[in-house]
Each structure stands twice: as structure tokens, then as C-alpha cells.
């Protein structure tokens, strides 16, 4: 039996939805930075111990892409924390 042809835009369809998936990712990276902790540090106003302590104790959470290497934090994360963090001293 002969195989039945599709349409270039049928057999395209996932390639072309990959494509936008990965220009999603890249577009929410670029809104949503991942941040050194020295770049966290003045926006925090603390020492990279105290950083360190709060990553270690779970109120910051950051990343470290491929498992291994310096932590990542969101920018996103670090306006959290700062909003928390006002809530509980008031």
C-alpha cells in the first residue's frame, strides 16, 4: 500500500510547535532573569552568608542549571522574598 501524503504543513506542525516552546522559554528567561548570587546580594542588602543561610534553610529558592556549578536565583524570586520578608516586619 503507498503511503498517503500529507501536507507540508501537517508534517511541519511539530517542528514549527517545538520551535515556538523554545522561543517561549527564551522569551519568559528574558523577562524572568536568572540572577548570581553577587547580583542578588545588593538587591537583598546582605552579605552572601546570610544568602547562603537562607538557601540553606528554604525561605530562598534558587537553582543550579545542569545540577551542579554556582546557584541561580530568579529575579522573580528575589522580589518575593523581599515582599515576604516586608510582611513579617511590619
Given at each position: 500500500?503507498?503511503?498517503?501524503?500529507?501536507?507540508v504543513?501537517?508534517?511541519?506542525?511539530?517542528?514549527?510547535?517545538?520551535?515556538?516552546?523554545?522561543?517561549?522559554?527564551?522569551?519568559?528567561?528574558?523577562?524572568?532573569?536568572l540572577?548570581?548570587?553577587?547580583?542578588?546580594?545588593?538587591?537583598?542588602?546582605?552579605s552572601?552568608?546570610?544568602?547562603?543561610?537562607?538557601?540553606?534553610?528554604?525561605?530562598?529558592?534558587?537553582?543550579?542549571?545542569?545540577?551542579?556549578?554556582?546557584?541561580?536565583?530568579?529575579?522573580?524570586?528575589?522580589?518575593?522574598?523581599?515582599?515576604?520578608?516586608?510582611?513579617?516586619?511590619?
Open positions: 500500500m503507498l503511503p498517503v501524503k500529507t501536507t504543513r501537517a508534517r511541519t506542525a511539530a517542528i514549527l510547535a517545538a520551535h515556538d516552546s523554545i522561543r517561549q522559554t527564551k522569551k519568559n528567561l528574558t523577562i524572568d532573569p540572577l548570581r548570587l553577587s547580583e542578588c546580594m545588593p538587591m537583598l542588602n546582605v552572601y552568608q546570610t544568602v547562603r543561610g537562607w538557601i540553606r534553610a528554604g525561605t530562598l529558592r534558587v537553582s543550579r542549571p545542569g545540577g551542579r556549578g554556582p546557584y541561580r536565583c530568579r529575579l522573580s524570586e528575589v522580589q518575593r522574598f523581599l515582599k515576604d520578608s516586608e510582611v513579617r516586619c511590619e
